[in-house]
């Protein structure tokens, strides 16, 4: 098994690409070893010390690690985890666990305004920013304002407040004239 590694627009993120599907659908969001007992995966790749958060993608795996880890000394162990992984035949998702993946629900009278926004986000920005080994997603939208769930590379990226700003806030403005301001959210 040959593991390929990319970086992200976040330093503190790597992109671990397995050759093989992660998850089937959606996407899966660990910012602790505690949000990991879900996952065999994210529960594996959490006993390296140093990492700090864990998201899955379809065909990838992002790593975040603590600001005083080096890459030089973790990454080893991380592409051993994944690697352990994929031999021992275990499930990247334990039972029931379903990757979220999804948008929040929304409706009311603004009901065609947030399905443009989900639409948009589904075809313009998930699959740019998944690129990078992140996720963005439609948290809620109120008076104008959309918020954003970001995840994966995408969650403390130094540019994640410029790809709000100038890229999805531009484009969104642009196709819905409803939308005055993009702002992120937290888990």
């Not at 959309?146 to 994640?160: E, K, N, R």
Request: with cysteine; net charge negative.
């Amino acid at each position: 098994m040959f593991i390929q590694t990319e970086s992200t627009p976040n330093p503190a993120t790597l992109k671990f690409l397995p050759g093989q599907t992660v998850l089937e659908i959606g996407t899966a969001d660990f910012p602790s070893a505690e949000a990991a007992t879900k996952s065999p995966l994210a529960g594996r790749i959490f006993t390296v010390p140093g990492v700090q958060a864990v998201f899955f993608g379809t065909d990838f795996v992002t790593v975040t690690k603590a600001e005083t880890s080096q890459w030089d000394h973790i990454k080893p162990a991380i592409l051993g985890a994944i690697m352990e992984h994929y031999q021992s035949g275990a499930p990247v998702m334990a039972g029931e666990a379903a990757p979220s993946g999804g948008h929040a629900e929304h409706s009311g009278e603004d009901a065609d305004i947030v399905r443009q926004i989900k639409e948009l986000l589904d075809t313009r920005v998930r699959p740019a920013v998944a690129q990078d080994g992140g996720d963005i997603t439609f948290h809620g939208f109120d008076r104008g304002v959309v918020y954003l769930h970001m995840q994966g590379a995408c969650a403390g990226c130094p540019s994640s407040t410029l790809t709000l700003k100038m890229g999805i806030e531009n484009l969104l403005r642009h196709y819905i004239p409803e939308v005055t301001e993009v702002r992120p959210v937290a888990a």
